[in-house]
């Protein structure tokens, strides 16, 4: 019988995505396939410090505290109480949001040169920006919604008369680099705009204002690489008691929204947002897994809002929900991604870091 591989899933971070990246986590390491994995959970607190948790638990600051070994030949973890080491064979990031989707850790994975679940610095980087994911995906002829961008230094000078007069009323502010709908406001008038913008660069030191789009939210899932698999889309149809998808119609509110898998969309629709959400995923250059969020109007146009990278996986996660519809159940999803992570890796060991020159040193 092959040896089981033992996982290292990494949850929680210095995030205000921490709490949602901890459910997402529970449910991976319930999951997980353990005739095939070992799961080993990794939580990192609220302050950044690292710990070996029993499990997925909510209060990780009483695990054991952990440092990493920065031995690429060997790449482990050290318990710090009686420096015990361990190693193991691959790293499922469970991090949502700042320093765990925007390429941080990602980084620090590929340094210690460790099979990785996702995708990497660069597309991380990229998706988590909506300003930079946004351009890049208007210069790959994707459909996105009038925009503007900002950055703290300019927040004095920024007016409701010049974005409104740009973009029209309503339009939304979000923070550049959040995910969630954390800093995320819609602004219908001069009352709500300062406000907005507090909110917005309260967490980020970039701000984007955004075209409001009428219409239905629209999900899809991606698996796999070269190619990436579309599932079927999805839609979140909200209550209208919210003015949008806010966080806590998405993670407290049981009654905010209805899930609707497969969405009910003409065949045509269905298809152009299929194409359209691979597209933007090889667009950012994203890997393993993503899900893509987008907007139907009522006139049958598309417009590919944003890119998740670590999509959530907590009970009313979309993603999971929607390679479900499609005959994926969860344990397979999950040893899915594992595969392609370490596929990927294989591949990616045919690459030389060495170079023979003349050069003297």
């Known amino acids: 019988m092959p040896k089981k591989k033992k996982v290292a899933i990494l949850y929680g971070g210095r995030s205000v995505e921490h709490g949602v990246s901890i459910n997402s986590a529970r449910n991976i390491f319930e999951y997980i396939d353990k005739k095939k994995f070992e799961p080993v959970a990794i939580g990192i607190s609220t302050k950044g410090r690292w710990y070996l948790t029993e499990g997925v638990s909510k209060e990780i600051e009483k695990g054991e505290a952990l440092a990493l070994a920065l031995d690429p030949v060997k790449p482990g973890f050290i318990v710090l109480k009686g420096s015990k080491r361990f190693e193991v064979d691959i790293i499922f990031p469970v991090l949502h949001g700042t320093d765990g989707e925007d390429g941080s850790i990602q980084g620090m994975i590929k340094a210690i040169d460790l099979p990785m679940v996702g995708t990497g610095v660069l597309g991380s980087s990229m998706a988590m920006n909506k300003i930079v994911s946004k351009r890049l995906l208007k210069e790959a002829g994707l459909p996105v919604t009038d925009f503007l961008a900002f950055r703290f230094d300019q927040k004095d000078k920024i007016t409701f008369n010049s974005i409104a007069k740009q973009l029209g009323t309503p339009f939304m502010v979000k923070s550049a680099s959040l995910g969630s709908s954390v800093g995320v406001s819609k602004v219908k008038n001069k009352n709500d705009f300062k406000k907005a913008v507090e909110e917005a660069f309260k967490y980020d030191d970039e701000m984007i204002a955004e075209k409001y789009v009428s219409g239905r939210e629209i999900e899809c899932a991606i698996l796999g690489n070269y190619p990436a698999e579309a599932s079927y889309p999805g839609e979140v149809v909200i209550s209208k008691n919210y003015e949008f998808y806010t966080f806590d119609a998405k993670y407290v509110d049981p009654e905010a929204v209805r899930i609707d898998v497969p969405a009910k969309l003409p065949k045509a629709i269905a ?39 670590i999509p959530g996986f907590t009970n009313s996660s979309m993603y999971p929900v929607m390679w479900k519809e499609r005959g994926i159940s969860f344990p397979d999803l999950i040893t899915r991604l594992l595969d392609l992570a370490q596929e990927r890796y294989n591949r990616g060991k045919r690459i030389e870091r060495g170079f023979q020159s003349g050069l003297k040193f």
Do not use: M, T
Not at 285 to 296: A, G, K, P, Q, V
């Open 271 to 309: 298809e152009k947002i299929r194409k359209a959400s691979v597209k933007a995923f090889e667009a950012l250059h994203c890997e393993d897994f993503s899900r893509i969020d987008l907007f139907l109007d009522k006139k049958g146009n598309i417009y590919v809002n944003e890119i998740n990278s």
